[in-house]
């Protein structure tokens, strides 16, 4: 399986940019695909998530008014429209493919973003 996250970059306080996740090796069907971030010196944290099957979503509330997961069955490839970034969201976003909304399996090799104040 590989997930291959790129779309990353340096961007300015209120900017945007759309994360993308290709996935690879295996049908996804009945995965759930999903973001995470990692900033500096800070744990992994959720960002958002989507169900291959059927397209049920879920946000972390931090994020919920400010990012946009979606997916592309045909070119198999799960996106992340980020708006209004601040300097906070500054990390590493890394794309995982799981089993469950809890269990993930899989993980990308990680896309850096900055946001420059």
């Known amino acids: 399986v590989q997930l291959q996250a790129s779309g990353g970059g340096l961007v300015q306080a209120g900017g945007s940019l759309r994360l993308s996740c290709a996935a690879s090796?295996?049908?996804?069907?009945?995965?759930?695909m999903g973001w995470f971030r990692q900033a500096p010196g800070k744990e992994r944290e959720f960002v958002a998530a989507?169900?291959?099957?059927?397209?049920?979503?879920s946000y972390a509330d931090s994020m919920k008014t400010r990012v946009t997961i979606s997916k592309d069955n045909v070119e198999n490839t799960v996106s992340l429209q980020m708006n209004s970034l601040k300097p906070e969201d500054t990390g590493v976003y890394y794309c995982?493919?799981?089993?469950?909304?809890?269990?993930?399996?899989?993980w990308g090799q990680g896309t850096q973003v900055t946001v420059s104040s």
């Open positions: 090796g295996r049908t996804f069907g009945s995965y759930v």
């Open positions: 995982a493919a799981g089993s469950s909304w809890i269990n993930w399996d899989f």
């Open positions: 989507i169900r291959w099957s059927g397209g049920t979503t």
